[in-house]
């Protein structure tokens, strides 16, 4: 088992920036894949960022590529998601996941994920 526990979360301005982290408990943190992901009201989650087991590949849904960084420390068990540049539409409920495949070219599915925290809330007023 994994425990992932998301912070950072919080309501920013347009233009403004947050840092969400997820910090990880259980089992070798550097054997999974993590990823965001994201849920607005009434909209399905959607992935937003991905990384590898040593956080040298990431990957980007389009509507945050060249705002948003993933990185993660394993030292520190922890995965973070730099947000600058927000938007309004970039209001959600972000959760962190844990995956364990073999696969990074699948790590845009939820589906891949085994591990997921209890999200944190990022809102954007314009």
């Known amino acids: 088992q994994v425990q992932l526990v998301e912070s950072g979360g919080g309501l920013v301005q347009a233009g403004g920036s947050l840092r969400l982290s997820c910090a990880a408990s259980g089992r070798t943190f550097s054997n999974y894949m993590m990823g965001w992901f994201r849920q607005a009201p009434g909209k399905e989650r959607e992935f937003v960022a991905a990384?590898?087991?040593?956080?040298?590949?990431?990957t980007y849904t389009d509507s945050v590529k060249g705002r948003f960084t993933i990185s993660r420390d394993n030292a520190k068990n922890t995965v973070y998601l730099q947000m600058n540049s927000l938007k309004p539409e970039d209001t959600a409920v972000y959760y962190c996941?844990?995956?364990?495949?073999?696969?990074?070219?699948?790590?845009?599915?939820?589906?891949?994920?085994?591990?997921w925290g209890q999200g944190t809330q990022v809102t954007v007023s314009s």
């Open positions: 990384l590898t087991r040593s956080g040298g590949v990431t």
């Open positions: 996941a844990a995956s364990d495949g073999r696969s990074f070219s699948r790590t845009h599915d939820s589906r891949t994920y085994a591990y």
